[in-house]
């Protein structure tokens, strides 16, 4: 299994482990159609929470495939305000990142903070070649996290999906490793 040491700090963020005390926190921000807009599928119920956190902290991350949800929490104010994800994709060192926040921790940085960790941890932990982000085109919040970790815009997939009733953009962003080494000089 490759080595992920947890909690992983940050300057204002730690990120963890999912526990059983989040799914309140959880189902609070993943239950809102606005939390839902951009991430499949509609707003989640508790018992889809429930079994979601259960899969978070009881995570694998052994082969491609695999995938990490981390919890995040303010250093200096413990609780769940958000999930960052790495996913093992196929491929020799492939991996995309992803992050969802409550709404009140949206706007301060949190999620910027949390993707350059989980960057870090794929580029320098983990010897990843290349991650990506997939977004929606009009998820112009998450295309300026990309942009402030110095993702490039790599494809824009025209109505690549049809996502809750409508056709949807799709947008990757990407960076690889020499480009985050050089980013970090």
Known sequence: ???IRLPIRTDRLVLRRFEAGDL???HGYHSLPLTARFLPGPAKSYTQCMERVGKYANFAFDREGDWV???IEVADSPGLIGEVVLKWLPGHGQG???WSLAPGARGHGYATEAAEAILKLGFEGLSFHRIDAKLDEQ???SAAVCERLGMRLEAKLVDK???KGEWATEVVYAMLRDEWNARAQ
């Open 69 to 71: 949800a981390l919890a």
């Open 96 to 98: 995309e990142v992803g």
């Open 161 to 163: 999906w049809r996502y």
């Open 139 to 141: 998820n112009a919040a």
């Open 24 to 26: 309140d926190a959880f």
């Open 1 to 3: 299994m490759p080595d």
